[in-house]
């Protein structure tokens, strides 16, 4: 009986997937959204006296369906953990405490404000790999700049558009606005909190769509 | 707005002496001509020349001016001259930059001969007391064609003292805030074929602290000594022997934080020896030999006593050479030389202690094929076992139209070659734990580090550097007239750019697996530094001299307009919203440059009163240090450091030609800048005395 539940849905959705290539079926819009506050705490790393210790903690998991973070092992298209970005497409690149990757993302960074971002060029999408992650680590070689001394600050490098493949072949775009708490528009590193992104991003939630 | 205010005060302030001036021109309408005595100058040529014909860019500082103003070391007098402000590097050293050139392309030469010692490129103009100094010559454009690397910008020599007839004896000393003392004593004599002159100083301070809150100084205290000594001797008419030695030694606190303590030491010594010998009206020839070390050591200990770190720096440079000057004619002369650089270095975080060794080559032809005409033209070739043989040459043509007016035109070539920490460096940083590496051990270190499983990625294949790091290389255009309205009056303008190319700097080759960056050299930015220097000159029946000066400055990187262009840039209006597209004119070009520098000086005296007076004032435009909006460029967008006015007063009586006591405020307007500015200290107040027998 379950079987042909299921056989019915399947069906039923082959069919507006084919309804989908007929352009007979109207696209779903395009969610603009402003995230505040995700908090993607780490342990270890470089502290204040330049000591280091091996980084750990569970990266903090957005799901761009939803729009929400979350904790699901499977249902999620890019994770944060301190200064790291990773998506779930790829290898590992073994990382303590680095989710098991189920699905098919992929990104890449382009450069513009997020309005001229206006498609996806699928050529350049890469996924995480045992070299490295897609999205560099480093300060100026993936999404922010890293001020150095006197003021320490992690700055989202101005035009970068994160492009996103999302796990299961939707595309988004976000633009990382801070990495403090309550993106202060004078952040301090001695004082503000970090670990906290503030983003603006466009979800394009119809399968295969490169538009925005 | 305080910025706004200070510069319109600084107009008003000057424009009021200009107007007084004015009055006092049309009283003394009427009384004689003052003759000056031409101005010469060694370092343009070689030889002794007129400045006035002279056809390159060039500015003397005169022994009377740092006396009037009480300069003691070589900075304090620097930053006062048109279109050279002096800056400070992340190592504390104050360099010179000149037409918007960095210091390190600006050599600096005592008696003809380079100092060494640039630990991060910079040569601390501090290190250069001004006691026994006749004059300054700074001469600008490229002048690599005589001097070789280095001299990219420009030259700046310093001539000391030589011996007058008889005996002769100086004594000096100025007292100042934060604890300063510099103390000097020179002895002269000269009697027919001998001359000898000697000369020591010491130079102390406490240092200053800009920003109070933290623990530490911004200038720790230090003290240093200054002995040289110079032989002149004079075997007969046509033969004579200068022999001169310089000792310097300097010993500063060094307080790297609350816990970590210690001293750097400062050691250098040089000695020049030249012989001169003229066998006929027409040729002469100069024996020269010249040796210099520089040994920096510093170290710092944790509060137990135990060593947290230790630095050495030693170099070496030995230079002898051979030259020729040849008359034909009253109006025309050659000069040629040969000669040989041998240079070493020991230095911490080095892969190795290098050694270079570079022959030279040089002639040059100055003469007036006319009446109106003259012309210089000059070549260098320097063979290297490091880098590239250079050729540079170098023509200038001065045209005399009429008595007032003459144009002044050189193009040059100049060059840079790569410094030791460019080739050899292998450095981590102990606290962060990135990596430098120069450009010759990246090839073994990268692999060595490979192998300890600290690199995660490469990016630039090590293959890249197999080939050599070029020279820093530019071609340096003049074009400039002089014009002397009347007898007291006179301007000079020049139109400078200067184009650089293979310009060296740092990129990212590699990641590590601590989440650092592994940098190394490479040439890569074309730059270039465009502008105009406006020189005007009143004086007045000797008593009053009244001059002005103004740079404007346009300095870009070839390679951020043509990101501007191409709108790869963006940026935000508050780190956290939203980025937005640059403009082409929203890039502001190099960091730490000006657009605009000028000053203003007032020399007055009054001779019944045995008295001289003056007060100066310098003006800095805005500039940016760094990046502020996380950009990687210097647009309209970010922080800058805001313009700034200095303004310094002066006043000196002599006693029976033999006391002199002297008051003076530097920064009057007590100016400082904690956050940017670390080598302006604020307002100091200053006694001095002299005494001579």
């Known amino acids: 009986m379950k ?13 507006f997937t084919s309804c989908d290539d007929d352009n007979d079926m109207q696209l779903v819009d395009t969610t603009s959204e402003k995230i505040s506050n995700l908090h993607a705490p780490q342990q270890g790393g470089t502290d204040q006296m330049g000591n280091q210790s091996p980084i750990s903690g569970d990266f903090s998991k957005f799901d761009f ?17 301190g200064t790291t970005i990773i998506i779930n497409g790829g290898i590992s690149f073994g990382a303590t405490d680095e989710p098991i990757r189920t699905g098919e993302s992929a990104v890449y960074i382009a450069s513009g404000t997020l309005a001229s971002v206006t498609g996806v060029d699928v050529d350049l999408l890469i996924q995480d790999s045992i070299t490295g992650y897609a999205i560099l680590t480093g300060s100026n ?68 769509v490169t538009e925005f | 707005m305080a910025r706004r205010i200070t510069l319109i005060l600084f107009i008003c302030f000057f424009g009021g002496f200009l107007s007084y001036s004015q009055e006092i021109q049309a009283v003394v309408k009427d009384s004689t001509k003052v003759n000056q005595l031409d101005e010469v100058i060694i370092s343009a040529t070689r030889t002794v020349r007129q400045l006035s014909s002279l056809p390159l860019p060039a500015q003397i500082v005169s022994k009377r001016e740092i006396k009037s103003i009480n300069a003691i070391r070589l900075n304090d007098i620097l930053n006062e001259q048109t279109g050279l402000t002096t800056v ?91 604890n300063t003392h510099d ?49 002149n001797y004079q075997f007969s008419k046509d033969t004579d022997l200068f022999v001169s030695g310089r000792y310097y030694t300097q010993n500063q606190d060094y307080n790297a934080s609350s816990t970590l303590k210690g001293e750097s030491d400062i050691k250098e010594w040089n000695t020049h020896i030249k012989l001169r010998h003229k066998y006929n009206k027409k040729w002469s020839s100069y024996f020269e030999f010249y040796a210099t070390r520089y040994k920096a050591n510093e170290y710092l200990d944790n509060t137990d006593d135990t060593r947290f770190s230790e630095d050495f720096f030693n170099q070496l440079l030995v230079r002898p050479e051979i030259r020729a000057t040849y008359n034909p004619t009253d109006k025309s002369s050659f000069i040629g030389g040969i000669g040989f650089n041998h240079e070493t270095l020991d230095r911490t975080d080095f892969i190795a202690k290098p050694e270079f060794n570079s022959p030279y080559i040089y002639a040059q032809y100055d003469g007036n094929p006319s009446e109106k005409l003259n012309i210089i033209i000059g070549a260098r070739f320097d063979s290297h076992n490091e880098y590239k043989s250079q050729f540079s040459p170098k023509v200038a043509v001065c045209y005399e139209i009429n008595d007032k007016i003459s144009l002044k035109s050189s193009i040059g070539y100049g060059f840079k070659a790569p410094d030791f920490r460019q080739l050899y460096f292998d450095f981590t940083n102990a606290t962060i734990g990135y990596t430098i590496l120069g450009y010759n051990a990246v090839s073994s270190v990268i692999p060595a580090l490979d192998v300890l499983g600290q690199i995660s990625s490469i990016i630039v294949p090590i293959s890249e550097f197999n080939n050599e790091l070029k020279p820093e290389n530019s071609i340096g255009i003049n074009i400039g007239a002089d014009y002397e309205a009347t007898s007291t009056l006179t301007f000079n303008i020049n139109a400078f750019r200067n184009n650089i190319n293979d310009l060296i700097d740092t990129r990212v080759i590699a990641n590590k697996t601590n989440g650092q960056n592994v940098f190394s050299y490479y040439n890569v930015n074309k730059v270039y530094t465009e502008g105009l220097e406006v020189n005007a000159k009143l004086r007045l029946n000797n008593q009053l001299k009244i001059s002005g000066g103004y740079q404007l400055l346009f300095t870009k990187d070839e390679g951020a307009e043509r990101a501007f262009e191409n709108g790869e840039v963006f940026a935000r209006l508050t780190p956290s919203s939203p980025s937005f597209q640059l403009k082409k004119e929203d890039y502001f070009g190099l960091y730490n440059r000006s657009r605009h520098m000028a000053n203003m000086k007032v020399f007055y005296i009054v001779s019944k009163w045995n008295l001289d007076t003056n007060i100066r004032g310098t003006y ?74």
Do not use: C, M
Request: zero cysteines; charged letters at 20%.
């Open chain 1, 65 to 81: 369906a939803t729009g929400l973070t979350t904790t699901s092992a499977t249902e999620w298209d890019i994770a944060f953990r």
């Open chain 2, 620 to 693: 800095r435009s805005k500039y940016g240090l760094f990046d502020t909006n996380a950009n990687n460029y210097l647009d309209k967008y970010d922080n800058f450091v805001s313009g700034y006015v200095i303004i310094d007063f002066a006043i000196n009586k002599s006693f029976n030609k033999k006391y002199a006591l002297g008051f003076g405020v530097d920064n009057l307007l007590d100016f400082t800048d904690s956050q940017n500015i670390s080598n302006i200290a604020g307002r100091i107040l200053y006694g001095k005395l002299n005494i001579k027998f």
């Open chain 1, 3 to 15: 079987t042909i539940k299921l056989l019915v849905v399947a069906i039923a959705f082959i069919g």
């Open chain 1, 141 to 208: 070689n993936g999404w922010y700049t890293y001020a150095g001394a006197p003021t320490h600050l992690i700055a989202p490098t101005p035009g970068k558009i994160l492009v996103i493949k999302t796990r299961n072949g939707r595309y988004a775009k976000i633009e990382i606005l801070s990495y403090y708490k309550n993106a202060p528009s004078n952040p301090d590193a001695f004082v503000d909190e970090d670990n906290y992104y503030t983003f603006n991003y466009v979800y394009q939630p119809n399968e295969g």
């Open chain 2, 183 to 231: 103390i000097g004593a020179s002895l002269s004599y000269k009697k027919e074929k001998l001359g000898i002159n000697t000369f020591i100083n010491r130079y102390s301070s406490d240092g200053y602290d800009l920003i109070k809150t933290d623990n530490l100084n911004t200038v720790d205290s230090f003290s240093n000594y200054t002995i040289t000594t110079k032989v």
């Open chain 2, 88 to 178: 400070s590097d992340f190592g504390g050293g104050e360099g010179i930059q000149l037409q918007g050139l960095d210091s390190q392309y600006t050599l600096i030469l005592v008696d003809g001969v380079p100092l060494v010692g640039r630990s991060a490129g910079t040569l601390d103009l501090s290190r250069i007391t001004v006691g026994n100094i006749k004059q300054i010559e700074i001469v600008k454009g490229a002048s690599s064609s005589l001097y070789g690397s280095e001299a990219l910008g420009g030259v700046i020599n310093i001539i000391t003292n030589t011996p007058k007839t008889g005996f002769k004896g100086k004594l000096n000393y100025r007292i100042g805030t934060f």
